[in-house]
């Protein structure tokens, strides 16, 4: 009845959208490219990018042509098996890349009814829904294919892994499999894992402290190796690494907080370069501060683990990504589906439609309306995509402090509206 339908009406959504052109976004095209570099040619895409070969067949379609991969190695080994399979056939591979990003929705919209159910059963079919039903999730995983939900799959079952009934030690190292192999697709999923062992340091308290740095530092240790494992073979005998990587990606700013910033400073007569320095430093000091805060938090029993991600990835992309897109939102709809408290729900919820609205903006306001004046565009979507999430964040941290709580959540997780997130992951 019901319940099936829940599961079955997205499914046919995504149907639909799996033969729709990935008009919102260029990135499964980069998908096809690097996929082909290292599954046709045996190049590696994260040092090579895909104007570098002259009869790339699906270079015509690149949006990020001139650069190499950002992603991980396990996506591009995975990338590469996909066109291998696929071989030259644009449709095909688009179809295979759609497909994947599909299944990994409908396995990480079962994973959160599983974390849920195991909580809060009441709540479980409200945030499957949550999830499932996100305009902004349907949107850009079944119709532009983004391997964010092959991410979210990893940090998904990181936070399964702590539910089962193995020794501690165990089901931390687990979570930080997962954790590891969710990094491996895409490099966010690593800043869970602080949290990760902090709290399982925290559950650990009733072990010796040399047991408890045993115990973490094999998580630790795990970790490592696997990315060593999967780095070691792209790194080009040392000529590559992620960190150089992502330190080259600081210096892209696109529609955010930052970049108004950056804006701002180049309006009032500054070098852009030096703009440029002032807003990144500002945005990653901001961001470090309130990590920082939020360990201490989880650290002293003041939140959860589980509300912890929440905030740092819900900081991340309010105020300190510079490049922000849309579809990176679908973390936080994941994430908060797992805190059934409507202050968490509420935020994502907004954030998700908003950040969805960048692309009537650009399409309209960049394209139609102000003729390719981009200044126009950036600041037009700065104001309708963090405004709205802003300012209900901020509407909650008063209704909050005027109910006397001590977070947007509570102590443990109990929300004024009754419900309570979670008390130990």
């Known amino acids: 009845g019901l319940k099936a339908a829940l599961w079955l009406l997205p499914l046919g959504f995504c149907l639909a959208l799996l033969l729709m052109y990935p008009i919102g976004s260029?990135?499964?095209?980069?998908?096809?490219?690097?996929?082909?570099?290292?599954g046709?040619?045996?190049?590696?895409?994260?040092?090579?990018?895909?104007?570098?070969?002259?009869?790339?067949?699906?270079?015509?379609?690149?949006?990020?042509?001139?650069?190499?991969?950002?992603?991980?190695?396990?996506?591009?080994?995975l990338g590469a098996g996909i066109v291998q399979l696929a071989r030259v056939d644009l449709w095909t591979n688009l179809l295979a890349f759609k497909a994947l990003a599909i299944l990994s929705y409908f396995a990480s919209a079962a994973l959160i009814f599983i974390l849920v159910r195991r909580r809060q059963p009441g709540w479980a079919w409200r945030a499957l829904v949550f999830f499932l039903w996100n305009p902004l999730v349907l949107f850009d995983l079944a119709a532009n294919g983004?391997?964010?939900?092959?991410?979210?799959?990893?940090?998904?079952?990181?936070?399964?892994?702590?539910e089962q009934s193995w020794p501690l030690a165990a089901r931390y190292s687990g979570a930080s499999v997962a954790l590891?192999?969710?990094?491996?697709?895409?490099?966010?999923?690593?800043?869970?894992?602080?949290?990760?062992?902090?709290?399982?340091?925290?559950?650990?308290?009733?072990?010796?402290?040399?047991?408890?740095?045993?115990?973490?530092?094999?998580?630790?240790?795990?970790?490592?190796?696997?990315?060593?494992?999967?780095?070691l073979p792209f790194a080009n005998g040392g000529s590559y690494s992620p960190l150089t990587m992502l330190q080259s990606r600081t210096d892209l700013f696109t529609t955010s907080i930052p970049n108004a910033l950056k804006m701002g400073l180049q309006g009032g007569g500054m070098?852009?370069?030096?703009?440029?320095?002032?807003?990144?430093?500002?945005?990653?000091?901001?961001?470090?501060?309130?990590?920082?805060?939020?360990?201490?938090?989880?650290?002293?029993?003041?939140?959860?683990?589980?509300?912890?991600?929440?905030?740092?990835?819900?900081?991340?992309?309010?105020?300190?990504?510079?490049?922000?897109?849309?579809?990176?939102?679908?973390?936080?709809?994941?994430?908060?589906?797992?805190?059934?408290a409507w202050s968490v729900q509420v935020r994502a919820l907004?954030?998700?439609?908003?950040?969805?609205?960048?692309?009537?903006?650009?399409w309209m306001l960049l394209f139609w309306l102000f003729g390719n004046n981009r200044?126009?565009?950036?600041?037009?979507?700065?104001?309708?995509?963090?405004?709205?999430?802003?300012?209900?964040?901020?509407?909650?941290?008063?209704?909050?402090?005027?109910?006397?709580?001590?977070?947007?959540?509570?102590?443990r997780g109990l929300d004024r509206g009754g419900a309570v997130t979670e008390a130990g992951a």
């Open 271 to 340: 070098a852009v370069a030096q703009a440029a320095t002032i807003a990144r430093n500002l945005a990653l000091a901001a961001f470090a501060l309130f990590y920082l805060w939020q360990m201490w938090q989880l650290g002293q029993g003041r939140t959860t683990l589980r509300q912890a991600s929440f905030e740092v990835m819900f900081f991340l992309l309010l105020f300190s990504t510079l490049w922000f897109q849309p579809w990176y939102v679908v973390w936080l709809v994941a994430l908060a589906a797992l805190l059934p």
């Open 40 to 77: 046709a040619r045996g190049l590696n895409p994260l040092i090579v990018s895909p104007a570098s070969v002259a009869d790339n067949p699906f270079l015509k379609y690149s949006s990020g042509f001139m650069q190499p991969s950002s992603y991980g190695p396990l996506w591009e080994l």
């Open 180 to 231: 590891a192999l969710g990094t491996l697709i895409k490099a966010p999923a690593a800043l869970l894992l602080p949290l990760f062992w902090l709290d399982g340091w925290r559950r650990m308290d009733a072990l010796s402290p040399a047991r408890r740095v045993s115990a973490l530092g094999l998580s630790i240790v795990v970790v490592a190796v696997l990315l060593l494992t999967f780095y």
């Open 350 to 362: 907004v954030f998700s439609l908003t950040a969805m609205a960048k692309y009537v903006v650009w």
């Open 26 to 38: 260029g990135d499964i095209m980069d998908y096809i490219n690097h996929g082909w570099l290292l």
């Open 375 to 411: 200044d126009v565009t950036q600041w037009a979507s700065v104001y309708i995509i963090f405004t709205p999430p802003l300012l209900i964040s901020l509407g909650f941290i008063v209704y909050h402090r005027l109910q006397g709580t001590r977070s947007l959540v509570g102590k």
């Open 146 to 162: 983004h391997n964010d939900a092959l991410m979210l799959t990893g940090i998904l079952l990181a936070f399964l892994a702590l």
